[in-house]
T-cell receptor, first 114, second 112 residues
Framework: NAGVTQTPKFQVLKTGQSMTLQCAQDMNHEYMSWYRQDPGMGLRLIHYSVGAGITDQGEVPNGYNVSRSTTEDFPLRLLSAAPSQTSVYFC?????????????FGPGTRLTVT | DAKTTQPPSMDCAEGRAANLPCNHSTISGNEYVYWYRQIHSQGPQYIIHGLKNNETNEMASLIITEDRKSSTLILPHATLRDTAVYYCIDRVNDAGANNLFFGTGTRLTVIP
């Protein structure tokens, strides 16, 4: 298994541009989440999904959209990038049948908005 | 916001035990304590969890005080590859997905 994969690894955007961060997992996990991590801070939850067709907001959802059309994929969309969205983004997944603590994280996408 | 308190940084000599403390004085009776770590430029990695009994796995041991207000993660023989930020988490989002809420963690540096 490849686990949780994220693309791209690095991205530079100009203010106002849009883009989609991709996240995929091949472990048939129903639960997937997006976090952002800023310097000196822990991870903060952006959006999450408990299954295909179901999404919900986390702690810091403003400026981001998500959708979940398949179990495998959970893309994160920035509609109009802002410098405040400069961060490292992590996607995570877990299976509902396994213990609720063990989430698997992707390697991250480092985004810079100028 | 995370309700745990951890020292911002610690050093440990290679081969020695690393003991990482965590205070979670407001933890409720049915909340677990979880530990994750994040090696530089990687995503977080699950280490161990516990409710009230001490736990051990292939990576670490977790010692939880009887009153459950604090715990200690023990890496018995620290190696250079254990240099990372260690997160103690006592709260998950029970709105269905049990998501994790991270604080700022302890940066452990293992010294040769």
């Amino acid at each position: 298994n490849a686990g949780v994969t994220q693309t791209p690894k690095f991205q530079v955007l100009k203010t106002g541009q849009s883009m989609t961060l991709q996240c995929a997992q091949d472990m048939n996990h129903e639960y997937m989440s997006w976090y952002r991590q800023d310097p000196g801070m822990g991870l903060r939850l952006i959006h999450y999904s408990v299954g295909a067709g179901i999404t919900d907001q986390g702690e810091v959802p403003n400026g981001y959209n998500v959708s979940r059309s398949t179990t495998e994929d959970f893309p994160l969309r920035l509609l109009s990038a802002a410098p405040s969205q400069t961060s490292v983004y992590f996607c995570a997944s877990r299976a509902p049948g396994m213990a609720r603590y063990e989430q698997y994280f992707g390697p991250g996408t480092r985004l810079t908005v100028t | 916001d995370a309700k745990t308190t951890q020292p911002p940084s610690m050093d440990c000599a290679e081969g020695r035990a690393a003991n990482l403390p965590c205070n979670h004085s407001t933890i409720s009776g049915n909340e677990y304590v979880y530990w994750y770590r994040q090696i530089h430029s990687q995503g977080p990695q699950y280490i161990i969890h516990g409710l009230k009994n001490n736990e051990t796995n292939e990576m670490a041991s977790l010692i939880i005080t009887e009153d459950r207000k604090s715990s200690t993660l023990i890496l018995p023989h620290a190696t250079l590859r254990d240099t990372a930020v260690y997160y103690c988490i006592d709260r998950v989002n029970d709105a269905g997905a049990n998501n994790l809420f991270f604080g700022t963690g302890t940066r452990l540096t293992v010294i040769p």
